[in-house]
């Protein structure tokens, strides 16, 4: 089982739709939650970190169950620019503070 | 700001060349790290550095050495690369405290070993 499971998509969507991606993460240890995208054949670029209680900025709403150790995005009113992949990241636990672990990524193609 | 810079942006280089990767970041971060992404996957973590030592190697080759001078700067030696080490090559940083977590990257360098 992979430590970081998303959706790889590509999610392909109308302008103005609202679209969710889903990850999972297998260390029941990991603290820190992180989504991330990368336009291609640039760098990732930090979206949003993931609090217990959700957290939303703009357009975007993150969420957060640990109980069942997964972690959702929620896309609004979906722009082209959007059009992107979208990286989960977990931290990997305790004793590896700095050690992010990277999903494969989820493709979100948004058409005119 | 949180901006960290990388040079070269490409680099070809040949199996017996010796070339060295640069990052810089003036975020006042300190922890910076190495790591490698070929196409269409995510990026593989290789090194970390934690207060200018050396933290995490991710059982990278010894053709791959790090160096972080101060804690502004991180150098990546290459030398007797193999084609397969090909790929992007990205730096990153982060705050020691508070969210240590958050890490920013650098634009990358490209890198094609003939």
């Known amino acids: 089982r992979k430590e970081v499971e998303q959706d790889p998509g590509p999610f392909n969507v109308p302008e103005g739709a609202t679209v969710a991606f889903n990850c999972t993460y297998s260390n029941s240890a990991s603290q820190s939650f992180f989504w991330y995208r990368q336009d291609c054949r640039k760098e990732p670029k930090l979206l949003m970190s993931v609090y217990s209680s959700g957290n939303e900025d703009g357009r975007f709403t993150a969420q957060l169950n640990r109980a069942s150790q997964y972690i959702s995005l929620l896309i609004r009113d979906s722009k082209l620019s959007d059009s992107a992949t979208y990286l989960c990241v977990v931290n990997y636990g305790m004793d590896s503070s700095y050690k992010l672990i990277f999903g494969s990524g989820t493709r979100l193609l948004v058409r005119p | 700001d949180t901006e960290v810079t990388q040079t070269p942006k490409h680099l070809v280089m040949g199996m017996t060349n010796k070339k060295s990767l640069k990052c810089e970041q003036h975020?006042?971060?300190?922890?910076m790290y190495w790591y490698k992404q070929k196409a269409k996957k995510p990026p593989e973590l290789m090194f970390v550095?934690?207060?200018?030592?050396?933290?995490i190697n991710e059982s990278v080759p010894s053709r791959f050495s790090p160096e972080c001078p101060n804690s502004s700067l991180l150098n990546l030696h290459l030398h007797a690369l193999q084609p397969e080490d090909s790929a992007l090559y990205l730096c990153a940083s982060s705050h020691g405290t508070g969210n240590p977590y958050e890490q920013y990257f650098g634009p990358g360098t490209r890198l094609t070993v003939t």
């Open positions: 550095y934690s207060y200018e030592k050396l933290s």
């Open positions: 975020m006042g971060h300190r922890a």
